[in-house]
Protein backbone atom coordinates (compact mmCIF):
# COMPACT_ATOMS: atom_id res chain seq x y z
CA UNK A 1 0.00 0.00 0.00
CA UNK A 2 2.88 2.65 0.69
CA UNK A 3 5.06 1.51 -2.78
CA UNK A 4 1.61 2.21 -4.56
CA UNK A 5 1.04 5.63 -2.82
CA UNK A 6 4.60 6.55 -3.51
CA UNK A 7 5.20 5.75 -6.87
CA UNK A 8 1.12 7.29 -7.43
CA UNK A 9 -0.50 4.14 -8.82
CA UNK A 10 -3.02 4.77 -5.38
CA UNK A 11 -4.19 8.12 -5.30
CA UNK A 12 -6.57 7.68 -2.46
CA UNK A 13 -4.59 5.87 0.72
CA UNK A 14 -6.44 5.24 3.53
CA UNK A 15 -5.44 7.33 6.71
CA UNK A 16 -3.58 4.81 8.17
CA UNK A 17 -1.26 4.60 5.12
CA UNK A 18 -1.13 8.27 5.59
CA UNK A 19 -0.45 8.05 9.52
CA UNK A 20 2.08 5.62 8.52
CA UNK A 21 4.27 7.59 5.83
CA UNK A 22 4.15 10.64 7.85
CA UNK A 23 5.52 8.79 10.98
CA UNK A 24 8.46 7.26 8.60
CA UNK A 25 8.91 10.81 6.94
CA UNK A 26 8.74 12.40 10.61
CA UNK A 27 6.69 15.09 8.85
CA UNK A 28 2.79 15.90 10.29
CA UNK A 29 0.28 13.74 8.02
CA UNK A 30 -1.04 17.41 6.61
CA UNK A 31 2.18 17.89 5.00
CA UNK A 32 1.33 14.80 2.75
CA UNK A 33 -2.49 15.60 1.67
CA UNK A 34 -3.25 17.18 -1.79
CA UNK A 35 -3.89 20.95 -1.11
CA UNK A 36 -1.09 21.22 1.33
CA UNK A 37 0.86 24.19 -0.72
CA UNK A 38 1.79 26.17 2.49
CA UNK A 39 3.89 24.22 4.08
CA UNK A 40 5.62 27.51 6.01
CA UNK A 41 2.29 27.96 7.47
CA UNK A 42 1.84 23.54 8.62
CA UNK A 43 5.13 23.76 9.90
CA UNK A 44 4.51 26.51 12.49
CA UNK A 45 1.13 25.13 13.29
CA UNK A 46 2.92 21.57 14.00
CA UNK A 47 6.02 22.86 15.53
CA UNK A 48 4.50 25.54 17.71
CA UNK A 49 1.93 24.92 20.66
CA UNK A 50 1.62 28.49 21.43
CA UNK A 51 0.55 29.23 17.35
CA UNK A 52 -2.13 27.21 17.50
CA UNK A 53 -3.01 28.59 20.97
CA UNK A 54 -3.50 32.24 19.51
CA UNK A 55 -5.41 29.91 16.84
CA UNK A 56 -7.76 28.78 19.31
CA UNK A 57 -7.80 32.27 20.95
CA UNK A 58 -8.80 33.98 18.02
CA UNK A 59 -11.51 31.65 16.73
CA UNK A 60 -14.82 32.65 17.92
CA UNK A 61 -13.77 36.27 17.16
CA UNK A 62 -14.15 35.74 13.70
CA UNK A 63 -12.54 37.70 10.45
CA UNK A 64 -12.02 40.50 13.48
CA UNK A 65 -9.76 38.28 15.41
CA UNK A 66 -7.90 37.12 12.26
CA UNK A 67 -7.37 41.04 11.39
CA UNK A 68 -6.26 41.71 15.29
CA UNK A 69 -3.82 39.35 15.01
CA UNK A 70 -2.30 40.10 11.44
CA UNK A 71 -2.50 44.08 12.29
CA UNK A 72 -0.37 43.06 15.86
CA UNK A 73 2.01 40.64 13.56
CA UNK A 74 2.88 43.28 11.18
CA UNK A 75 3.88 46.10 13.72
CA UNK A 76 5.58 43.66 15.94
CA UNK A 77 7.64 42.64 12.69
CA UNK A 78 8.28 46.25 11.85
CA UNK A 79 9.02 47.09 15.42
CA UNK A 80 11.78 44.76 15.23
CA UNK A 81 12.89 45.74 11.59
CA UNK A 82 12.00 42.57 10.05
CA UNK A 83 10.63 42.70 6.17
CA UNK A 84 6.78 41.36 6.01
CA UNK A 85 6.48 38.44 3.69
CA UNK A 86 4.23 38.49 1.03
CA UNK A 87 2.12 35.88 1.17
CA UNK A 88 -0.39 34.43 -1.38
CA UNK A 89 -4.98 34.77 -0.33
CA UNK A 90 -5.58 31.76 1.54
CA UNK A 91 -9.55 30.38 0.01
CA UNK A 92 -11.57 30.08 2.39
CA UNK A 93 -12.93 26.69 3.86
CA UNK A 94 -16.24 25.49 1.99
CA UNK A 95 -19.16 25.49 4.63
CA UNK A 96 -21.40 23.38 2.19
CA UNK A 97 -21.30 19.82 3.75
CA UNK A 98 -22.00 17.25 1.10
CA UNK A 99 -24.71 14.86 0.30
CA UNK A 100 -24.69 11.51 1.40
CA UNK A 101 -24.44 8.92 -1.42
CA UNK A 102 -22.65 11.97 -3.50
CA UNK A 103 -19.29 11.67 -4.59
CA UNK A 104 -16.89 14.56 -2.23
CA UNK A 105 -15.14 16.95 -4.16
CA UNK A 106 -11.39 16.71 -4.28
CA UNK A 107 -11.37 20.09 -1.62
CA UNK A 108 -14.26 18.44 0.51
CA UNK A 109 -12.64 15.10 0.46
CA UNK A 110 -9.21 16.43 1.37
CA UNK A 111 -10.90 18.50 4.11
CA UNK A 112 -12.88 15.06 6.03
CA UNK A 113 -9.21 13.41 5.39
CA UNK A 114 -7.54 15.99 7.71
CA UNK A 115 -10.40 16.30 10.11
CA UNK A 116 -10.24 12.07 10.45
CA UNK A 117 -6.37 12.36 10.72
CA UNK A 118 -6.42 15.06 13.10
CA UNK A 119 -9.11 13.28 15.16
CA UNK A 120 -6.67 9.91 14.94
CA UNK A 121 -3.57 11.89 15.72
CA UNK A 122 -4.72 13.84 19.12
Same mark, same amino acid.
Given at each position: ?????????????? /????? &???????? #? #?????? =???? %?? /?? @?? $? $??? @????? &??????? %? =?? !???????? $?????????? %??????? #?????? !?????????? !???? &???? /???????? !??
Amino acid at each position: MIHATLNGSKTNPP /SRTIL &ALAQAFDC #P #PAFLLP =GSDD %LD /SL @EV $Y $YRH @EQVRE &ALRLIAD %L =GE !SGADGLLQ $YVHALREARG %LDTPATA #PVPAPS !SAKPRRGRRL !SRAD &AAEA /SRREIHGL !SH
